[in-house]
Nanobody, 112 residues
Framework: VQLVESGGGSMQPGESLRLSCIAS????????MSWVRQAPGKERELVAA???????VYPDSVKGRFTISRDNARSTLFLQLNSLKTEDTAVYYC???????WGQGTQVTVSS
């Protein structure tokens, strides 16, 4: 199983970014997928999840700003981050199922 994230970077508040996660080694369309972030000194936080059917879940901290989506034909998971805030700074991980597998993470830094 491999989960390879990309798309992170250094941004200014208010800007947008799209993260991608290419999955391999398992039937991507059969799994619930999510994005989890971890900031220095803080606990891991689920920021978005999507079911096999495409239903989505977000915590209040990102609701209305972040959008998770999936392309099952390309085994790819996406996270669109809009209206970025400094508190969104973290390493973002792509996760399969109930925390079964994790990618290596991609850093998102938001600062003015």
């Amino acid at each position: 199983v491999q989960l390879v994230e990309s798309g992170g970077g250094s941004m200014q508040p208010g800007e947008s970014l799209r993260l991608s996660c290419i999955a391999s080694g398992f039937p991507f369309s059969a799994y619930y997928m999510s994005w989890v972030r971890q900031a220095p000194g803080k606990e891991r936080e689920l920021v978005a999840a999507i079911t096999k059917a495409g239903d989505t879940v977000y915590p209040d901290s990102v609701k209305g700003r972040f959008t998770i989506s999936r392309d099952n034909a390309r085994s790819t998971l996406f996270l669109q981050l809009n209206s970025l805030k400094t508190e969104d700074t973290a390493v973002y991980y792509c996760v399969r199922g109930a925390m079964i597998n994790w990618g290596q993470g991609t850093q998102v830094t938001v600062s003015s």
